[in-house]
């Protein structure tokens, strides 16, 4: 169906001249970053960026600057074409998917590293993996300079990130961050559940009740440390291996939870493995 054959660009050049078209034309951008092997959750970006400008641009590129060297980038779940079909049936206008001569060209030398906000949990667990996603993010809006650029809440220190780096770089961009998309059994959408096994994934969508039950018992009075302690042993009883955390921590700047009231103030996260899968999720109070 001609509907669904949507263009690509590979080059920067390519992708501002046609960035430029629009604008020339009036038209406003949206851009949707992905690293490809797109679900429901990824389609929910593009519907949101849809909302919120009249045209919108989908990257795919599998950064390598943020895999740590024992990470699963070589097996990093790639698939243009269905994710071409894909974001065309969600309304996308333009799929950028650069070679990695166009981010990382011979003698790159530059990094863009964002302090605060990437230091704890995934900063924490895989170090340099948010320099790279705030380098190549940094990359990405700058060669394609939208009006706007979405973002889930799934990776949500990711989107704390990306918001910091913006301001302090003066991005002309605004920032949107997309609710997480979840499965019949709250399992948090991810390229990554492709690896489960059948008797992972009955597991995996107890992460997201565990968060559940830490909300709820952070709302009726316990303590940060007692929710964190239980919600660190739920996961244990599920099944879960290697908890590399558990933790409520401010909204904004991902600093230690102060003293309550959380509700609106605080956000649980959880990151822990199934198997060979690390999964994350995270929960508003
Ligand atoms: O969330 C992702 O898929 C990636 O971290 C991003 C933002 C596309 C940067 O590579």
Redesign the pocket.
């Known amino acids: 169906m001609s509907a669904d054959i949507l263009p690509i660009v590979r080059t920067v050049a390519d992708l501002r001249t046609q960035v430029r078209a629009w604008r020339a034309a009036g038209l406003t951008v949206a851009m949707t ?3 490809g092997a797109l679900h429901e959750g ?1 389609l929910s970006l593009v519907r949101l960026a849809r909302t919120r400008a009249q045209r919108v641009v989908a ?1 795919i ?3 390598p600057a ?1 895999f740590g060297p024992h990470e699963d980038f070589d097996r990093y779940p790639r698939n243009e074409s269905g994710d071409s079909a894909l974001l065309a049936s969600a309304g996308c206008d333009l799929l950028y998917a650069p070679d990695v001569s166009q981010i990382y060209p011979q003698g790159y030398a530059t990094k863009v590293s964002v302090s605060g906000v990437s230091e704890p949990l995934d900063g924490a667990a895989r170090p340099g993996h948010f320099d ?2 705030a380098t ?2 940094a990359k ?1 809006l700058n060669q394609a300079q939208p009006d706007v650029a979405v ?2 809440e ?2 949500f220190q ?1 989107l704390q990130l ?1 918001r910091r780096l913006a301001i302090d770089l003066d991005l002309p961009v605004e920032i949107v961050g997309a609710p997480i998309a979840r499965d019949a059994d709250g399992l948090a959408l991810s ?1 990554r559940n492709a690896y489960l096994s059948a008797e992972e994934r009955a597991v995996a969508g107890m992460m997201n009740t565990v968060l559940a039950d830490a909300a709820t018992r952070l709302k009726a009075g316990d303590s940060v440390e007692k929710v964190e302690a239980t919600g660190r042993a739920a996961l244990e009883r599920h099944g879960f291996q290697r908890v590399d955390y558990f933790e409520v921590r401010q909204v904004g700047d991902l600093s230690p939870a102060g003293p309550p009231p959380y509700e609106g103030v605080v956000r649980i996260f959880a990151a822990a493995h199934l198997g060979q899968t690390r999964l994350i999720d995270n929960r508003a109070v």
């Open positions: 970053p992905t690293m990824h990257s590129f599998v950064n943020q790279g996603v190549v993010v990405l973002f889930g799934k990776d990711q990306i390229s």
